[in-house]
């Protein structure tokens, strides 16, 4: 059985992941490899490699996710600590308030800062002052991503401080340890490889993101890799093998970063017996209970209620220059949207139908892949652990072209390319690093004496991982398949790439309204898809709320 | 688990024979356009149509990915630059349309046309109590420091075309006044639309080398902006429609091309505010009697577009 999952894992990586990848690699070197041609080999490294500027981009990118990382775990670990220590009443809205910023696609995230803090922005009409010149500033990147990154974080972190319990800081206290010291020295470090492993995931998702660096980026002339990869496609001339060459580097840097990870994540194996995820806690004094209660609105006001407040009010915006006055706010852009056609319904199907499939694959996926990877650890798994978080470091536009390569060839007797599935291969390959880490990160926490205790009871590897495993794994995969459901519902930069002649998806439908209409119509939809997708979670959330009162009652 | 994975097989397989159509059209925005025109044709030929939509660069990266099993037969986009690449590669199919005959002999090849054109404009919004500027140099004065915004010539194939187009007129000039926009605080914040948005939301008052069609296009829905095209001179930026030689429904996409250059076509470029290629169909805008055209070789500039872009950003980056 084992080598038949390490198979079925391998093979499973390599098709999603791995071609369209390898495919990009092929293309920096061989530039026409397009026309399947071996013509002129690496003639376009060194140009590209030696382009002026490209040392200041590399150095920018590695000190903004260096930033964005250590931001967002700030943010999140203390969060994500009181959220499992402390018994928050409706625990699972906040949670689910937190899964906000995954809906919101990163480009309108940052268009809603600027129209929030710019001159003459919202916060100016309204209280008289902008924030421009924090918000065009290197801070001001690093705040805006890291508002809308560490969720990853939270989630991971909380579920691994819950799994942890109370018991072992009750030790501690007993002897004297205070809460500082046993946050510190005793919940820190078990929670280690999980912090870890969402902040390898920021890291990389910071360096791959272009939105942000692009809109705000781009007015103090703050140059990315991706926003130098970006040029490269955005209009003319198109320059594909120059772009596969830059993105190397992004492949480069994610190795690197993976290898620091693998590191300090040996240093750190927990595991936790007896595992308790249910208890939470002890009661709290109500000065305690406030100030908890403080800190979690604010970070829900500033990180989902502001960008959300704004997109909602642009939505409602006649026109852009008319500002926010009574005669200028109407329901014109929402009803401009459905009346026209049935499009941007179809549309949304379209997206929900793609965002529940890619939410359960990768989920699959990801369970068989953790444990291949945690549980029957080899060299060649470590390589299939870094395989799992590759797209994630290449731009999705260079993911797109890779997957056209791959599909776009008279070879297969029949290809998911021109149909609706390459967008779902797109998702699989783009989405797979997300529940791969967060499984990954609480499988290491799992103690292996509850698989052998299963094995000498006879069962069988597949039995393990489905009765034994994934049980205990539930609560990380259902946030983790939300998460992936989130990002899918808005995915946009491959959508847009490859979307068959007739289909479209929320985001490309966004983007069109976007690109010669009006911001505020771009607005609206995104409002809408925000609402409909978050709704979803917000009755996935209940469901498993409910469920699992159920079964432990 | 099998029966999901059963049923995207099917998918796989039965999915290819849905989008079988005797036409594949990828074309740049504005969507509304190439919607009606594919409709049109349709309607008049009974020829299917199946259209990808998307902008400029996203269009040529899918072409350009797809060239080792070609999909696509005619290339709609906002960038006359891409049809010179492909014709000097080429991959063009040598048409020309009969229809063509009404175009200006700068908007046509043998292998390429101009399906309309922008013009390149300065567009202010009208709130911002800003004097109404007249020519590209009105905005170095002191008036509008700080206030103005410009499409980057590396994102943006328009704002390329203007750069191009004024320092084919000017020379040297031309470069000392995108040096004297920046030390009166232009900013170079994007594409076109993030150059445009800033204004209308009143942060910047004025666009140097606004796509005129679109911002028209928002005046007309009510926004407070004005367009002037500066009566020294300002640049077009044609359009161009191309059939891949690589095309297996030369036929039809031949066709095609003849109903977007028709009159009929025509009107449905007319209709989205942007310059008809042909000179004998009106718009409601400034056409080609209103606009004082600088004539400049594409062909040559589009030879020298990575030293423009570089001498660009050197005489606006401070």
Redesign the interface.
Known sequence: MRPALFGLSAVTLIVIVGFPVVAIVLFALFPHI???SFREPFSVLLPNLTRPRLIDATINSLSLSFAVTLVSALIAVPLAYMRAKFPLRFGQIWDAGFLVPFLIPPYIGS?AW??LL????FVEQALGFNL?GFLFSFPGIVTVMSLHLFPLIYFTTANAFAIIGTRYGDVARVFGGGPVQVFIRIYLPMVFPALLSSCLIVFILTIEEFGTP??LG??F?YEVIVTAIH?K??????D?PGASVLSLILIVIAFFAFQAHQRLSDKFQTAIESQTVDKRGQPLSPGYLFAVILIFGTALFVAVVMPLATITISAFM??????VTASNLSFNNLIGIFDTSSEAWQAILTSLTLAV?AA??TV?IALVVAFTVVRLRSAATVFLDFLSILPNSVPG?AV??GL??TW???IWP???Y????IL?LAYLCLMLPYPVRMITAALRQLPKSLDDAAYISGAGEITVIWKVLAPLLGPIALAAGFIVFAISTRELVSS??L????VETVATFVF?Q??????NTGMAMSLVAIVVSGSIIALGQRLQGRSRTGSTS | MKSLIAAVATAVVMAPAAYAADLVVYSAGPKPLSGALAKGFTAKSGIKVSLFQSNSGKVMARYQAEKSNPQVDVIISASWGHAITLDKAGELLAYVSPEASKIPASLKTGTYAAQGAAALAIAYNTKSGLPAPKQWGDLTKAAYKNQITMPDPAKSGSALTLVQGLVAQDGKKAWELFGALANNGMIVPGANRAALNPVLQGAKGVVFGAVDYIALGLKAKGESIEVVHPSGGTVLAPRPIMIAKSSENQDAARKFVDYVLSREGQKHVAARLILPARTDVSADRPGWNDLKIIDFDYVAAAGEAAETKKMFADNTRK
């Open positions: 397009n026309e399947l268009l600027m129209q710019q001159k003459n922005g421009a692009e809109i781009s007015r002339g040029e496609f955005s209009d003319w001339p198109i594909l006649d026109t852009l220059s008319g500002g499939l359960v694959f699959l536009m797109a072209v056209i390569l776009n060839q008279t029949i290809s998911p021109n149909t609706p599935v779902l847009i790439m979307a068959p002649p007739g069109h976007f690109d010669q209409g009006s911001v």
